[in-house]
């Protein structure tokens, strides 16, 4: 099957899909809609921007009523992510009346409980939506199909004893599709209990590996920052990701590029939602060239051109690498991941290299580097490169995640 014609959608829903300039299915895609539309239970593996909305899409728009009460139910990891699955929603039933809500923390939940009885669909985030529940503010009864969407992400993040409680509470006649970059023993168990005989889809990594060019730098803590910013200076293909462990380091790095003259926003779960949909529209829409972040923004997003990829910090989980690099060198373009290494990222990276022993990251020269002033994350003062001891905030921020691993990000 090459075409959406053959899949058996709506004339309604075909409109839509064209109307969004698709001509032809992606993998993931022409491997599971068909048993999707079929009301078939599936797991489908496939990465971040392989067409996975649009896939589990198409059988609530053609499937929901609306106003028939709440029908669909899609778990996220990340409001980010709801937020962007709502608005693909809403694209393709741009034809059909369906009401679409996105319930998460981080807002007043007394909208969210004004609005809920009207909803047809709601996208969410596990901690919230329980909430709902456990105040009986949500009902769940006449969910009919259930989407659970970077299912590994939530494992990751810690929401999968959330999950099953939220499964447990759906119907247990109901069709159910899992969505995941991976697979890992804990997802497969669920898929196990929790699914009527799946159908298992697979599409291959949107990452063209041949496109991809990977490397690093060998540099001294107190000039990490400054070969960042000459790095940045020097690259103006494309858009940037910085990504760093921390919410204090995120905010130390895009704060100090901006003193260098470096057009950077931030992105990390200490920001409000609002803040957070202003600085990923402004970054998709080019009007800034460097987003710094934590793993909040590696996975579920859909951010196109990005050239280039900047470690700042090395993760200490080889799969958030992964989805760190993933976000450069898709559908055709070339991009290239730089790691940044100091003393005590090399323990990550090592463990990086030896689970995935086929990588090929070539070790570059240090380029000749200018110190440049600093910021400090907590006093707002400025401090200048040059001889003498640091003081001990910023030499504290400078050794990052050895003194920030506790905190979440």
Do not use: W
């Amino acid at each position: 099957m090459n075409l959406f014609e053959e899949f058996g959608l709506s004339y309604q829903l075909l409109m839509s899909i064209k109307r969004l300039g698709f001509d032809k299915p992606t993998q993931i895609q022409r491997q599971s809609i068909p048993h999707i539309m079929g009301g078939k239970d599936v797991i489908g593996e496939s990465a971040t921007g392989s067409g996975k909305t649009l896939a589990f899409g198409c059988g609530i728009v053609d499937h929901i009523t609306p106003k028939g009460g709440l029908q669909a139910l899609i778990l996220t990891p990340t409001r980010e992510l709801a937020e962007q699955v709502k608005g693909s929603l809403r694209q393709l039933s741009y034809q059909k009346p369906l009401s679409i809500m996105t319930i998460y923390g981080g807002v007043s939940i007394n909208p969210q409980i004004h609005e809920l009885p009207m909803a047809d669909v709601v996208v969410a985030t596990p901690g919230r939506l329980l909430d709902h529940l456990e105040r009986r503010t949500i009902n769940v009864s006449k969910v009919k199909l259930l989407v659970l969407d970077e299912a590994d992400r939530m494992l990751d993040m810690g929401f999968i004893d959330d999950v099953e409680q939220i499964i447990r509470a759906c119907p247990a006649k109901r069709q159910t599709l899992f969505f995941s970059a991976t697979m890992p023993p804990r997802i497969k168990e669920m898929a196990n209990k929790y699914m009527n005989n799946p159908m298992q889809v697979f599409a291959q990594k949107m990452v063209d590996p041949n496109k991809l060019k990977q490397a690093y730098y060998d540099v001294p803590k107190n000039m990490k920052l400054s070969l960042l910013v000459h790095l940045l200076q020097q690259e103006k293909s494309g858009l940037a990701i910085v990504f760093c462990n921390t919410r204090r380091n995120t905010d130390f790095v895009v704060k100090n590029l901006k003193a260098n003259r470096v057009d950077a926003i931030a992105i990390h779960g200490g920001m409000q939602q609002n803040k957070r949909a202003i600085t990923i529209k402004m970054f998709n829409d080019a009007k800034a060239g460097v987003l710094v972040c934590t793993d909040v923004a590696a996975r579920g997003l859909h951010i196109a051109h990005v050239s280039h990829i900047y470690n700042y910090d090395l993760p200490k989980d080889a799969k958030d690498y992964i989805h760190r690099i993933g976000r450069t060198a898709r559908a055709g373009e070339e991009g290239k991941a730089v790691n940044l290494l100091c003393d005590y990222d090399h323990d990550n990276f090592s463990r990086i290299l030896n689970e995935y022993r086929t990588f090929l990251v070539e070790k570059m020269q240090l380029p000749h580097l200018n110190r440049v002033s600093t910021i400090m994350p907590d006093e707002g003062r400025r401090m200048h490169g040059g001889g003498g001891r640091m003081h001990g905030d910023r030499r504290r921020h400078q050794m990052g995640p050895r003194f920030n691993r506790h905190r979440r990000r």
